[in-house]
């Protein structure tokens, strides 16, 4: 229990910060309704309106201070709208539904994970080639670098839109734009575990005349699976930003990307909060599945520490 409470401390204090900001966040929302109410008189001009601050106003009129936390389309929903429309989304809509959160979060996650395949595949690929290959260290490694300096917010739809010119349409566009972005932790990981061994236990390898595939299978491999894990926890994460990038430029009707699209159209930034905690959720539960996984790998392997 006392390992639970550093991380509750930190959400505890975000949540009373975002409980705090909601007032100054929707006052000016508030202000028309209240004046209406009889509670507050509000300037006449928008002009005047706006030399008005939403703390001042706060401050002067603490009887509508509730009033910003119910509204229907706040600029910051309170904390309580937003476990409501989760819950509304999650537990009481059909899971096949299109209002079902679970619906888009299968559809989102379907590409994270097909994504995350492709990338890890490929990362760990390229990561043995530039640590035995010197060409590859030279040439494949700048670039892998370079790669992650295009906004992938450029990329997404220049991937979306060639690959539907040809009619590649639905999971495979979202699962390369996250491959995309999953592959770099997993290549900087792998390759920095490769190379962790040092120079002792290579050189046992070679008093005992081991080969090239005996040194990489007995040791190489087992000293990056710490290495490997800690990247696959970002990689997982970072597929799943980029399966969520992937929907927004094609219009998609499904998914958490598609979800936020339809709050910001509409007019309901609950909606759009609601999907965006779903997407935090998502990444939470594919991270501690992987961190089980880890501890139960490495301990396997005798790394007790590095699994605590």
């Known amino acids: 229990m006392k390992a639970l409470w550093p991380p509750l401390s930190i959400v505890l204090v975000i949540v009373c910060l975002w409980i705090a900001a909601v007032v100054p966040m929707n006052i000016h ?24 601050s939403g703390i001042s106003l706060a401050l002067q009129n603490p009887d509508i201070w509730g ?16 476990g409501a429309e989760l819950y509304k989304t999650i537990f009481t809509v059909a899971p096949t539904s299109r209002r079902s959160l679970l619906h888009h979060a299968w559809v989102t996650l379907s590409a994270t994970l097909l994504g995350f395949v492709i990338g ?10 530039i640590v035995y290959n010197r060409t590859m260290d030279k040439s494949v490694m700048p670039w892998a670098i370079t790669s992650q300096t295009i906004p992938i917010l450029a990329l997404a739809p220049m991937v979306i839109v060639m690959l539907g010119s040809i009619g590649i349409q639905g999971l495979l566009p979202k699962s390369i734009i996250s491959a995309y972005l999953s592959f770099f932790p997993v290549v900087v ?18 008093t005992y005349n081991a080969s090239p595939n005996q040194g990489f299978w007995k040791l190489r491999l087992p000293a990056s699976m710490p290495y490997l894990f800690a990247s696959l926890k970002i990689g997982i994460s970072a597929s799943l930003v980029g399966a969520i990038v992937g929907e927004l430029p094609t219009g998609a009707r ?11 159209q509409y007019g309901q930034p609950i909606v759009t909060w609601a999907a965006l905690f779903g997407a935090a959720i998502t990444a939470a539960l594919l991270v501690a599945i992987l961190s089980l996984i880890e501890r139960r790998t490495l301990r396997r392997m005798g790394m007790v520490g590095a699994a605590a």
């Open 254 to 264: 499904a998914g958490f990307g598609a979800r936020m699209l339809v709050g910001d």
């Open 67 to 82: 009033m910003t936390y119910t509204l229907d389309r706040p600029n910051l929903p309170s904390p309580h709208q937003v």
């Open 29 to 52: 929302l508030t202000a028309d309704q209240a004046a209406r109410q009889d509670i507050v008189v509000t300037p006449d001009t928008p002009a005047e309106r706006k030399e008005v």
């Open 189 to 206: 990981g792998m390759v920095k575990g490769l190379r962790s061994p040092d120079a002792m236990q290579l050189d046992l390898l070679r």
């Open 120 to 129: 890890t595949t490929v990362g760990i690929l390229l990561a043995v080639g």
